[in-house]
């Protein structure tokens, strides 16, 4: 009987971690589909900073893969980027801001992406 209700534990906490990794990769999946919709002109479905508006702009879109430079960017910073626009951060006006278009969830789900993207870790 108890080791039953050992494997009934262990069935329910494996079953409760699958949920967890359904809903990362959920979240990472509309990430995917919010950065292709408003990311990709500028920063490219590369997401190296070589979108089709970027020959055209007088400051280069940051490029996502750059694990340095995105690893040197607290989770703060990329939010508030994201949130504020370029000026928030003290950066080019020409990297819009997101507010009122993307929620704070939204934007979290991005910022967690872009570790993706980037191969760095929150921080
Ligand atoms: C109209 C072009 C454009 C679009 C669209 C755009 N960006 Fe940017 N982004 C820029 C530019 C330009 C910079 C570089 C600003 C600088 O270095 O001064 C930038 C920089 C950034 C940075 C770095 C900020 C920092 O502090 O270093 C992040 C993060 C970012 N963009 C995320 C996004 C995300 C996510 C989206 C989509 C929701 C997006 N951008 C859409 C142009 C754009």
Redesign the pocket.
Same mark, same amino acid.
């Given at each position: 009987m108890k080791r039953s209700l050992n494997y009934l534990h262990v069935a329910i906490a494996l079953g409760i971690a699958a949920c967890a990794m359904d809903a990362a990769r959920a979240d990472e999946a509309h990430a995917v589909k +919010?950065?292709n919709t408003? %990311?990709v002109? %500028?920063?490219g479905v590369n997401r190296d900073g070589n !979108?089709i508006?970027s020959a055209n /702009?007088a @400051? #280069?879109?940051?490029d996502?893969t750059d694990t340095k430079?995105m690893g040197d960017?607290p989770d703060e910073? $990329?939010f #508030?980027?994201?949130k504020g626009g !370029?000026l928030a @951060?003290s #950066?080019?006006v +020409? /990297?819009?801001k997101?507010e009122g278009v $993307?929620s704070d969830d939204e934007i979290k789900e991005?910022v967690a992406y +872009?570790r993706v993207v980037s191969k760095t870790t929150a921080k």
């Open positions: +919010l950065y408003y %990311c002109q %500028c920063h !979108g508006n /702009m @400051v #280069k879109p940051r996502h430079a960017t910073t $990329l #508030k980027a994201i !370029g @951060v #950066k080019s +020409l /990297m819009p997101w $993307l991005l +872009l």
